[in-house]
């Protein structure tokens, strides 16, 4: 299956073009880029296709079935809806899309073309997640009436200045950058319960000004003091839902000196906290006594899951759980969020 690679940034490589190579049933053809060093250094790197810096040649080729979307959020729309009419299949990064209305013209798309459209929530294609799901939808946990989320971490603000931190390309900061993955757990293991209210609110405190931002070290690239930074470094929220209520506290940057990156799945019968990345431990009662339970079991790549899923669905049809048509759930429930925040007030779907 002859693969495109749109976007040779750090996801491409530190994940999509390796699980590719990795599969037997794909075969990369195209390395995209607008950039065109990028492209010409995944070449070399990789020893296989043939560097362009216009995806539309990728899509205007017949040998082409499959696609990755591996760009700033502000272009995963309008890719992803030109290869679903070029006839391609797509796994689009997450988010989605920048916003709620670019996500369902996506959604659209994939319904009236019937190509497969999958977004990158590679966390339902994890084994902890997973083996955590399958305690839950046995019902050792009873009824989950409470989640809790917590992605914070001390001074982690990505590329401060850059795209990351620019609205107009990204979408937003903390929510649609780290909360998307936690929040789709979330909903994937409950069953995707449909939000009833959203009450909210975002901060961008720290990273203002630019110049008397204090960190050690910064992911994607030292801060752009030049830059621009009209996202939100911290949110917090509280979302009802038809199945639990979720509350989650969210930060790129705070001034208190912990990472605490965890989901707390609170039941009738027993809880679970997931470290995010990493193993969950089992908390309950048994005769009379109150019980820890940790679990060993053989990994995977997550990354590898999802590309090869995404392959294999290619060739059978079946419907991922990441399928855009699942994942526009979480992505009405986070514009909810961000409308919440902006207007400071509880919003009611």
């Given at each position: 299956m002859k693969v495109a690679i749109i976007g040779c940034g750090t996801i491409a490589n530190a994940s999509h073009i390796p699980s590719y190579l990795a599969n037997p049933k794909a075969e990369i053809k195209y390395f995209c880029d607008i950039i065109p060093e990028r492209a010409s250094a995944a070449v070399e790197k990789y020893g296989c296709g043939t560097a362009i810096t216009d995806y539309k040649v990728a899509l205007d080729d017949p040998e082409i079935e499959a696609i990755s979307v591996c760009t700033p959020n502000k272009v995963h729309s309008i890719i992803t809806i030109e290869a679903l009419k070029k006839g391609k299949n797509?796994?689009?990064?997450?988010?989605?899309?920048?916003i709620y209305s670019e996500a369902l013209e996506m959604q659209q798309?994939?319904?009236?073309?019937?190509?497969?459209?999958?977004?990158?929530v590679v966390n339902r294609f994890n084994t902890a997640v997973n083996k955590m799901k399958e305690l839950i939808d046995g019902g050792e946990l009873g009824e989950i009436y409470q989640v809790y989320v917590s992605f914070r971490s001390y001074r982690s603000i990505p590329g401060l200045g850059g795209p990351f931190t620019t609205k107009e390309i990204a979408g937003g900061?903390?929510?649609i950058d780290w909360g998307v993955h936690f929040l789709d757990i979330v909903m994937y293991c409950c069953g995707d319960p449909a939000a009833k209210t959203v009450s909210a609110e975002k901060f961008s405190k720290l990273g203002k000004p630019i110049e008397d931002y204090v960190y050690v070290d910064m992911w994607a690239s030292?801060?752009?003091?030049?830059?621009?930074?009209?996202?939100?470094?911290?949110?917090?929220?509280?979302?009802?839902?038809d199945g639990p209520v979720i509350t989650f506290n969210g930060a790129w940057?705070?001034?208190?000196?912990?990472?605490?990156?965890?989901?707390?799945f609170m039941g009738t019968k027993g809880g679970i906290r997931l470290q995010y990345g990493g193993d969950f431990t089992f908390y309950s009662t048994h005769n009379g006594m109150l019980s820890e339970t940790k679990y060993a079991f053989k990994k995977r790549d997550h990354f590898q899951n999802e590309?090869?899923?995404?392959?294999?669905?290619i060739e059978s049809g079946e419907k991922l759980p990441s399928h855009i048509d699942t994942n526009i759930v979480t992505a009405k429930m986070m514009d909810a969020i961000y409308r919440s925040a902006e207007e400071h007030k509880e919003v009611v779907l």
């Open positions: 797509v796994l689009c990064e997450k988010p989605a899309a920048r798309a994939q319904h009236e073309t019937g190509k497969i459209l999958n977004i990158g900061g903390v929510l030292e801060a752009d003091k030049n830059g621009t930074f009209d996202v939100e470094e911290g949110i917090t929220g509280i979302i009802r839902t940057a705070q001034n208190i000196g912990e990472s605490e990156m965890y989901i707390d590309i090869d899923s995404f392959i294999d669905c």
